[in-house]
């Protein structure tokens, strides 16, 4: 009988899931938030596995989805390797994980062909991770919200933001609308732009002004502008990731039923690409891949755009 364990870590805290051949066991969650470093880290990721694994015994592999793998490298990598001793480990970006479980990939895929299509991810920021075996797989965008993200909620907020200013200075492309809304939840120009210029969470106060423009577009031409090019942006993005098939759609800016989901899916569609809600989650990803760890090595492709390595 195989015990594998998927862990997904993300910034607002770790979640973990056990199976024995292919029944869920358990599954525990340690609240964050939590800083992205090794050392922090590798006890959280230690005593969930002990939480979701006892008294079942050992475990045949682990796997391990976070942000920043391909980033920081072996100074993350390492103590979550060492944090589970005795077994197979594999630690991935969490865009790996969310690129399995939202295509719904399985096991013998992984092992075969590595699968195709695309996952799109758009929240705060916008990144996509997919492709296919003949031209291979790629990460794109997620650049952050200085230089990339189009398209996401920061760049949303932002654009909003900004016409919200040029409403003030009477320049073309000003939105009265939008400024009122700038002035009922977040103050006055001046004082916006104070609090923005000393935060340390730009990206996130800028986000947090998206869903007003999202509101607005229902009635004011810029908003609707606005959400129509980051349809552009995004699906840009996933058709860079590949030119053809399926995408996932996972975000809170895009769940289904809101006008920029609405504007994405039409955009994507004229790319030729297939929007679809996501069949599942990236915890359901690293369950899969330990799955597959446990039978061989996923495609070397796959792993390598996915900042997966393999231990034990």
């Known amino acids: 009988m195989v015990l594998v364990v998927g862990i997904d870590v993300g910034g607002s805290g770790v979640r973990g899931r056990a199976e024995r051949d292919g029944h869920v066991l358990s599954e525990a969650s340690i609240p964050g938030p939590v800083r992205m470093t090794g050392t922090d880290l590798a006890p959280v990721v230690a005593a969930l596995v002990r939480t979701l694994t006892s008294p079942a015994g050992p475990v045949d592999a682990v796997v391990i989805g976070c942000a920043g793998v391909a980033t920081f490298g072996a100074a993350l990598r390492d103590p979550l390797v060492a944090a589970v001793p005795g077994t197979r480990v594999a630690v991935c970006s969490d865009l790996l994980t969310a690129y399995v479980g939202g295509l719904g990939l399985s096991a013998a895929t992984l092992l075969t062909d590595g699968g195709s299509g695309v996952v799109l991810a758009a929240g705060t920021g916008a990144v996509a ?21 189009d398209g996401g909620g920061a760049w949303i907020g932002r654009a909003g933001l900004r016409a919200a200013l ?8 000003g939105s009265a609308t939008l400024l009122d809304l700038m002035r009922a939840r977040l103050g006055e120009p001046s004082e916006v732009i104070a609090d923005l210029t000393g935060r340390p969470d730009r990206a996130g106060a800028m986000a947090a002004f998206a869903p007003s423009v999202i509101e607005a ?8 502008g606005i959400l129509a090019e980051a349809a552009v942006h995004l699906a840009d993005t996933a058709h860079a990731a590949t030119d053809s098939g399926d995408v996932a759609v996972v975000g809170n800016l895009v769940r289904p039923g809101g006008p920029l989901a609405e504007s994405l ?48």
């Not at 577009?217 to 609707?224: L, M």
């Not at 796959?302 to 034990?312: D, E, F, R």
């Open 129 to 149: 991770f997919g492709g296919a075996p003949v031209t291979g797989w790629r990460r794109v965008d997620g650049w952050g919200h200085l230089l990339g993200d």
């Open 166 to 173: 040029r409403a003030v200075d009477g320049r073309p492309g």
């Open 265 to 312: 899916g039409n955009t994507l569609r004229a790319h030729g690409m297939t929007p679809r809600a996501a069949a599942g989650a990236p915890l359901d990803g690293a369950v899969t891949l330990a799955r597959a760890l446990c039978r061989g090595t996923p495609a070397d492709a796959l792993a390598t755009a996915g900042a997966l390595t393999v231990h034990g």
């Open 217 to 224: 577009a229902a009635r004011d031409p810029i908003a609707t």
